[in-house]
Every structure is written in C-alpha cells, then in structure tokens.
C-alpha cells in the first residue's frame, strides 16, 4: 500500500455541522475504498492566498492515508463532484 496526503479547502459559507460532516465523509471514503486513514488534521479557518469564486478564506484540511494506486484518483473524483470543496489536491508520499 502507498502512503498519500490530500488538503483540500472547504468553503467557509457552511456551517460548523457540515463541516465536520464533509471532513467525516472523506474519512469513510478512503476506508470504504480498503484505505486506512492515519491521521486528520483540521487546520480551521485561514485567509486564503488569492480569492477564488470571491472567497477570502476557507476550511483547510490535511488528511494522512494509505490505499492503493486507484485511491488518489477516486479521492480526486469525489473532491471535483462536492460543491463545498473549493481547491484539493492528493500527493504521493515517501515512505
């Protein structure tokens, strides 16, 4: 198995209950797709570099993981499909 990240950035306009529904949900995708998730961290609210779609700022999330080859690319489907997420992006680590 290879070990990945992924930050993606919710939009700020949900509320808290929709965020951690939407961080919870990215969870259980990797475990449905037979990953594990090593470690979550929620970086919070942050001013974002340069506006996008007319937002300052935004949720960020790091998430740890571990799958295999098809995950990154499943992970990224799903990332485009969801109107909350604003940017993403899944990178392969070195183990």
Sequence with gaps: MNKYEALYIITPEIDDEATKTTV?????????NGGMV?????????????????????????M??????????EMERNFKNDENIIRFVVVRREA
Excluded: C, T
């Excluded at 919870?24 to 449905?32: I, P």
């Design 24 to 32: 919870e949900k990215f969870s259980q995708l990797v475990s449905a």
């Design 38 to 62: 090593e470690k979550v961290d929620e970086w919070g609210r942050r001013r974002l570099a340069y506006e996008i779609d007319y937002k300052s700022e935004g949720y960020y999330v790091l």
């Design 64 to 73: 740890h993981f571990e799958g295999d080859s098809e995950l990154p690319r």
